[in-house]
């Protein structure tokens, strides 16, 4: 919000640099965020008295002027015809600057040499009027700069106004916390309103049908209203907080806001059926044309104000083009009203209409400052405008808002949660700073009631941050918290999730983190059946939109749909991971079950493209072997994969199950054709997800370590001719479970099927390393637990070694 110092100074006295009261309102929660000096667009501007005029020899349509700037006497020719002699007038010298780059020179006009120009406002740029010279008040003093004259210098805060302090979105509202800060005193604005003898409720009426929306609507008449522009000084403080002047009556509505902080509305009577007020619900679909000339569809929630017949303006936010204030408006029916926060923020949304009023109302306004607003405005339209105004006003208060009143505080409350040492009077004289009504109690106890502009104030601790603010949060003490010697060991769910991530970044994935929330149309993309646990969506009582609406359930999706995002904007070989929690609706339970899940997906080439590196994709495998890399960096154990169907979004055939024991505790395989032609995926991808609160149930605390054997190994390679059924894992456990005290490893180092293998058949490979803890071993040693286990394998298997008929 933009706030004039000029302006400011209207209420209160500002003896202090800009600077320093900046520093103050940001200390006290008001944060400045740019201080701006305004200056006009002129220089060498001076205040001068016409002296005499004389015509011009050589021109009919000039004149010749002697004009006087404290010693100083200058002649100027001038072509307007508003001038006379003795009036004070704006002089830009020889040398002036005025806006649109224009340097006055000295030069001749007809012959007649003129020693500078009398000025307009409009060629000055602090008004719209061009018919003439600007005539300025005799109270000015000659040879004065004009800027300085007029006050037209100023410094305008840029200040940033939190959500809850609707107070302070006017310029009385940032008075007041100056006024709070400094110890004064605001200086309200009197109101005197001269009415006439015609009763208001002679000329309209105001019905309100859904005092819901509108608790409070308040209406004046001003008749025999002049519209014309409004004085220079209103104008030039409306520009200076960045609105437009139109005239004097939208800019006396606007001004009012600015200062007070209630938006108000000017209706053009004559355009009113029936003269009188409606306050109701839009029709569904019902069409209005806007002030801004735009036609809007309204929905049934919008809240209309209404004539007898017709809309005439959408509620809190802008008026109609059908009644607005024109050239030729006598007569002015003036609103002010209290409407229902939350549904002026729905139609402001729903409408695309973001307005000065809309975002005042959204936030609260004081419903007893309705009133006031309006007496203010009505006040300046009758003294601007030359209106005279109707005797009393329409107040329909079908719903009154009862105030907060009366809320409990002590001392030792404030102290205890500030961490201070402040005295019952120290905290008394704070909140009578703010403008609150307080009654001290017994042992520095107080009953407290907050202005009715405070609408943010409901509660104990609300009192206790306005003590914190005015007395200033630098001067609350610092203290660290005690804490014990037994430091927590760290949980076992702690250092897997630490030790996963460490081992992921390790092996080149980077960390992805998506919105817990997602769309259901994720269960129809990724293929899950209706009675998939994956569709037991959790929705979302306000959610941004349809894309955010349900809780997620997989971590597929969203990791999918970041790999989407990469891809087209040129981030092609990607590894990801994410660590989440996934949802899922439980019926009867009020909040649904929730299970941490570890995802990661794999798509483009194995390595950077570089010199030495050959163009070759990422597969299965690769996916397959980082999974086993981060499984062994948590010491899981009794993990193993199966080859099947596991999930509809993975490819069938080119998919497996991740097993703990005998229990699934994840998936992994190629992203399946049909999702990827879903989500316009280019680029063939593998993901897997594990649920980790399994995972962490098979991992091992601690390492355990054996001791580096000084005595060689032995190496046997046996290869096996198997079905294309019998996988790799089957031979290894029966390796295993028929090795002896001196088998260490077994590996797999071929697998190959093709030219010289019959058909349905494999070759597997076996390299199997013995050694002894305790001697050097001979081949005698080992050669009958070799022969075991060839054996066993032959009949667990139904293999047959190759190279042996």
Request: glycine fraction near 8%; include cysteine; proline fraction near 4%.
């Amino acid at each position: 919000m933009l706030v004039s110092l000029r302006w400011l100074q209207d209420y209160i006295d500002i003896n202090e640099d800009p600077g320093v009261i900046a520093e103050k309102l940001t200390m006290a929660g008001l944060e400045v965020e740019a201080i701006n000096d305004v200056s006009p667009g002129f220089s060498r501007v001076i205040v001068a008295t016409i002296t005499d005029i004389h015509p011009h020899p050589n021109a009919d349509k000039l004149s010749l002027c002697d004009v006087r700037a404290g010693e100083e006497s200058y002649s100027v020719v001038c072509g307007a015809t508003n001038i006379q002699a003795g009036q004070r007038v704006p002089l830009a010298q020889v040398g002036a600057v005025i806006p649109g780059g224009y340097i006055i020179k000295r030069s001749k006009l007809r012959g007649i040499e003129s020693e500078g120009m009398l000025c307009s406002e409009d060629e000055l740029g602090i008004g719209d009027d061009a018919s003439g010279i600007m005539i300025l008040p005799d109270t000015l003093r000659e040879g004065d700069d004009l800027a300085a004259a007029l006050d037209l210098k100023d410094t305008v805060f840029d200040i940033s106004i939190t959500p809850n302090r609707s107070d302070c979105l006017s310029i009385i509202g940032i008075a007041r916390e100056i006024a709070a800060i400094t110890g004064q005193k605001v200086r309200y604005p009197s109101l005197d309103v001269e009415e006439t003898a015609e009763d208001v409720h002679d000329v309209t009426s105001v019905d309100i049908v859904d005092s819901d929306l509108c608790p409070r609507y308040t209406a004046r008449i001003i008749k025999n209203v002049s519209i014309k522009p409004a004085p220079a000084w209103m104008r030039m403080r409306l520009e200076a907080v960045g609105l437009r002047a139109i005239n004097n009556v939208v800019d006396i509505t606007n001004f009012v806001m600015m200062e007070m902080g209630q938006p108000l509305h000017a209706f053009d009577y004559r355009h009113l059926e029936e003269g009188r007020i409606v306050v109701r619900g839009a029709t569904e679909g019902e069409k209005f044309v806007s002030l801004d000339g735009k036609p809007r569809i309204l929905g049934k929630d919008t809240l209309m104000i209404c004539d007898g017949v017709k809309p005439v303006a959408v509620a809190g936010i802008m008026g109609g083009l059908n009644s607005e204030v024109a050239d030729d408006t006598e007569t002015v029916l003036l609103e002010s009203a209290y409407f229902n926060p939350a549904s002026i923020r729905r139609s402001a949304r729903a409408l695309a209409m973001p307005t000065d009023a809309s975002f005042r109302f959204e936030r609260g306004v004081d419903p007893e400052g309705v009133v006031r607003a309006q007496n203010r405005a009505a006040q300046l339209i009758a003294h601007c405008g030359g209106g005279s105004i109707c005797r009393g006003y329409v107040d329909t208060y079908p719903k009154k808002l009862v105030p907060v009143d009366d809320i409990p505080l002590k001392t030792q409350t404030v102290n205890e949660v500030l961490g201070t040492d402040m005295t019952p009077d120290a905290v008394s004289s704070i909140l009578e700073r703010l403008e609150m009504a307080v009654t001290e109690e017994a042992d520095g106890a107080f009953l407290v009631t907050p202005p009715s502009f405070r609408v943010d104030i409901a509660r104990e601790i609300d009192l206790v941050e306005e003590v914190a603010r005015l007395s200033g949060y630098d001067t609350i003490p610092l203290s660290l918290p005690s804490l014990s010697g037994n430091l927590d060991v760290e949980s076992k769910k702690r250092r897997i999730i630490r030790d996963l991530r460490n081992a992921l970044t390790g092996s080149g994935y980077t960390e992805a983190i998506n919105y817990s929330f997602t769309t259901p149309e994720s269960a129809h993309v990724l293929g899950f059946g209706n009675d998939d646990a994956e569709r037991r969506f959790t929705a979302i009582q306000n959610p941004l939109g349809e894309e955010q609406s349900v809780m997620r359930t997989t971590l597929a999706y969203g990791l999918l749909a970041a790999m989407k995002k990469n891809y087209n904007v040129g981030n092609r070989n990607l590894k990801m991971f994410e660590i989440g929690r996934t949802f899922f609706r439980t019926e009867g339970a009020e909040l649904p079950t929730e299970r941490e899940k570890l995802g990661m997906v794999l798509t483009g080439l194995r390595y950077d493209d570089s010199w030495h590196a050959p163009d070759v994709y990422g597969d299965f495998y690769d996916l397959k072997g980082a999974l086993e890399n981060i499984l062994s960096a948590v010491n899981a154990r009794d993990i193993s994969f199966e080859t099947a169907d596991t999930a509809p979004y993975l490819n069938s055939g080119r998919s497996g199950a991740v097993m703990a024991g005998d229990r699934n505790i994840g998936v992994i395989g190629e992203v399946h054709p049909d999702v990827m032609e879903t989500m316009e995926l280019k680029q063939a991808a593998y993901i897997c997800e594990l649920d980790l609160q399994e995972l962490i149930e098979y991992a091992i605390d601690g390492v355990s370590y054996t001791e580096v054997t000084r005595f060689p190994s032995i190496s046997r390679d046996v290869a096996y001719l198997v079905p294309h059924t019998v996988h790799c894992g089957d031979i290894e456990t029966i390796i295993r479970a028929h090795g002896g005290d001196f088998l260490e490893n077994v590996q797999v180092f071929d697998v190959y099927s093709g030219k010289g293998i019959p058909d349905g058949m494999k070759s597997m490979a076996f390299r199997l390393t013995y050694r002894s803890r305790e001697r050097t071993l001979t081949d005698d040693d080992i050669v009958s637990e070799h022969d075991r286990i060839v054996t066993a394998v032959v009949k667990g298997a139904g293999a047959k070694v190759r190279g042996v008929e």
